[in-house]
């Protein structure tokens, strides 16, 4: 019954998966859902799971190499009659890619291209848009039915126009795919321009290094490098997660025992190693559905609101606070034993449906040690949008699962293996006061958002340099607690300490003293992207005893106004240090920009992004960065997430970008980046004069690379200069 559960778990929020994630339609076309679990033999499921991850884990890998867009588009006008022209939108799609039709057909997870056309009193509509071209029609299986696409086709819209002098503008979105994967669907801007006297511009290519061209197609950002980079991280840092999962007293036990069992219960050493291997293939199926669950469930957009609203990070806290006191012992977190029962009563080695609720029942009895490191990892896993945390459940699963592969390929290897004893426990502990580290974050992120004050710079760090101490005390045997084993003792009868612990222990006394400074002040390069903004310190040794405002007055004695008095803590440290002028609102700065004659540097941010931190802390700080900063830009800090700021009523306007009305600055600014500025990464910086021309094409994101940044702010003010 469970493994129907599970299944049905799969197969529906695959189909939600698909919807959200249309490039993994791979799925289905192989028709891995097509059948019902209960008539397909389990040894030919276990034949077919490797390639589903594998085709699971390709595909990741191939969108965070963000694949070029195959498409080449066209736009022209052509006159029909009168002042009535047919706006012909043509695309031509390269290397065995298709664009689908207006009507896809299929099970509804294919999107049709859609053409918008900007409102105007000048402009009128005829009809709806209608294709022209070759279509194809390929049946997939009984469940997607026929799909309908093209690979070159024409789209064109009817208008009728009050004057023959005119720019036509809108947008137009599509989803292209091949027989692999698909792309995640773009929205760009077109530009056509209808001339005097009734003549239509020529086609123009979407290409921007056309001089010809009369089309701008737009801003749009390519994050690329940074997702993949972001998802790479991901994975091995999951990886990392589930081979310190290994290490807890609830599996680290289990190892001798399985493997054991495994091969004494075997017919033959092959038998046994096939066996082990079918369980550890299980083990990372249930801990990978669970991330496509996760992904499907909530969605990209959901998951980063998750990872940065206050109140999902206030319920982590909690969570995490739980978790890490019961690492220290206070009390046991356990699942429903009935599911244990359950599952254990189905759990033999005759069938891969056997091996497999050996798998579960492991990971239901091993919840407690798992489950506070599952929790971070799915929270940081966010950050990585839909793919993060399938490839951050992927990567913990297999790190979970090679001991049990590794120890059954060579079963001698388990003579060397370290008895169960109190080091685990000393394990747990340790990851106890990792936990209630962690938890501070979550807290610091929802005081931050809210703006209560309760963890501000110099709290957070107390307590981190308290937690880290005691973990040093705790190594070294000098702090006990309950449940604590005796400590092995030398010849002489004392206790001593490891090798390994006295060098963790090393290791977190030195913590400790590195974020001593920091509570007067110290920028704590090393932790920027962690502690809370150097605005939210009481006392900076050296500002006067108080908290050091950063840059609000020019020389002229004028400077921002606008939200200086709710954003002013969230200020970097680097804007602290060395006095940067920073503005909050997006007019005010280029109200600023005309009066001083100077580009506007655009740093889209968040209260709660660490990129961002990270990027101010090793890029801003430089010296040769902050003088070009201070002294040639206009700099424009946009929170994303600041959602307890609200705007003035006759400011407030409903978006059709994020579809609500827009109230808070959070908003408004996510909705300029989005809509304005094709992006809604953090962090990213746009530049653009005091008329909101961009000085370069793009925008830049994060990139630790100092050079790199300085040349980039030296070729917009040569641009600027040179307008």
């Not at 469940?143 to 009817?158: A, K, L, N, S």
Request: proline share 4%; glycine share 8%.
């Amino acid at each position: 019954m469970l493994i129907d559960l599970l299944y049905l778990l799969w197969r529906r929020t695959a189909k939600v998966f698909l919807k959200q994630a249309p490039e993994t339609n791979l799925f289905i076309k192989r028709g891995f859902f097509e059948k019902d679990i209960n008539s397909l033999e389990m040894k030919k499921l276990f034949k077919l799971l490797p390639f589903v991850l594998l085709t699971m884990f390709t595909s990741f890998s191939s969108q965070a190499q963000m694949i070029e867009d195959p498409t080449e588009w066209t736009f022209s006008a052509k006159k029909v009659e009168g002042n009535v022209y047919d706006l012909i939108f043509h695309c031509h799609v390269n290397d065995h890619w298709h664009i689908y039709a207006l009507d896809p057909g299929g099970d509804g997870s294919f999107l049709p291209p859609g053409f918008t056309v900007t409102e105007s009193a000048d402009i009128k509509l005829v009809g709806d848009v209608r294709e022209e071209g070759d279509v194809i029609h390929e049946e997939i299986d009984e469940d997607i039915g026929t799909v309908h696409y093209f690979e070159d086709v024409d789209f064109i819209q009817r208008v009728e126009l009050a004057k023959e002098d005119i720019d036509i503008t809108g947008e137009y979105s599509y989803m292209t795919c091949n027989d692999e994967t698909c792309l995640p669907p773009t929205t760009k801007e077109y530009s056509i321009r209808i001339g005097n006297g009734g003549a239509a511009a020529p086609a123009a290519s979407e290409k921007k290094n056309d001089e010809e061209a009369v089309i701008d197609a737009g801003n749009t950002t390519d994050n690329g490098e940074e997702q993949q980079r972001s998802l790479i991280a991901i994975f091995f840092l999951a990886l990392i997660g589930g081979l310190l999962a290994v290490l807890t007293p609830c599996v680290f036990s289990m190892i001798p025992i399985t493997v054991s069992f495994f091969t004494k219960r075997s017919a033959s050493r092959a038998e046994g190693i096939r066996n082990a291997f079918q369980y550890s293939l299980s083990i990372i199926i249930i801990f990978t559905v669970l991330g496509v669950a996760i992904s499907a469930i909530f969605g990209a957009d959901t998951l980063n609101i998750i990872s940065t609203h206050w109140i999902p990070n206030l319920i982590f806290f909690i969570i995490f606070v739980v978790f890490g006191i019961s690492f220290l012992g206070a009390f046991e977190i356990t699942l429903p034993s009935s599911w244990t029962n359950k599952t254990d009563a189905k759990a033999n080695t005759k069938s891969f449906r056997g091996i497999f609720f050996m798998a579960l029942t492991l990971v239901i009895v091993s919840f407690s040690c798992t489950g506070p490191i599952i929790g971070p990892l799915i929270v940081g896993a966010a950050m990585g949008g839909f793919q993060g945390p399938i490839l951050g459940m992927l990567g913990f699963s297999i790190g979970l699962a090679m001991p049990f592969a590794l120890f059954a390929v060579f079963p001698g290897l388990l003579n060397n293996l370290a008895k169960s004893g109190g080091w685990l426990n000393q394990v747990k502990v340790t990851l106890g006061f990792i936990e209630l580290m962690l938890a501070l974050k979550f807290l610091s992120n929802a005081d931050l958002q809210m703006g209560w004050r309760i963890m501000d710079r110099e709290v957070f760090i107390a307590l981190w340099i308290v937690l880290s101490i005691l973990l040093g005390l705790y190594l070294l045997g000098k702090l006990k607690l309950s449940h604590d084993s005796e400590s092995p003792k030398n010849l002489f009868g004392q206790e001593y300490v490891s090798i390994f612990k006295l060098f963790l222990a090393i290791g977190c006394f030195s913590f400790s003293v590195y974020m001593l400074p920091g509570m007067w002040g110290a920028p704590l390069k090393g932790l920027s992207a962690f502690v809370p903004p150097m605005g939210t310190q009481d006392f900076v040794l050296g500002a006067g005893g108080g908290s050091a405002g950063g840059g609000h007055a020019t020389l002229d004695g004028e400077g921002p106004e606008r939200y200086v008095a709710d954003m002013k803590i969230y200020e970097p440290e680097a804007a602290v240090k060395y006095g940067l002028v920073t503005y909050y609102d997006y007019n005010e700065a280029l109200e600023a920009s005309k009066k001083q004659g100077k580009p506007i540097m655009l740093d889209f941010t968040g209260i709660n992004c660490i990129n961002c931190r990270k990027m101010e802390g090793q890029v801003w700080s430089d010296p040769g960065v902050m003088k070009r900063m201070k002294n040639d830009f206009i700099v424009a800090s946009l929170y994303c997430d600041a959602q307890n700021v609200k705007i003035p009523e006759n400011e407030q306007y409903y978006s059709e970008f994020l579809k609500k009305d827009v109230t808070t600055l959070g908003n408004r600014n996510s909705d300029l980046q989005a809509s304005k500025y094709g992006s809604n990464a953090q962090p990213y910086y746009f530049f653009i004069d005091d008329d909101e021309n961009l000085l370069i094409e793009g925008g830049y994101g994060y990139d630790p690379d100092v050079q790199a940044f300085i040349d980039h702010l030296d070729k917009v003010v040569e641009n600027y200069n040179n307008r």
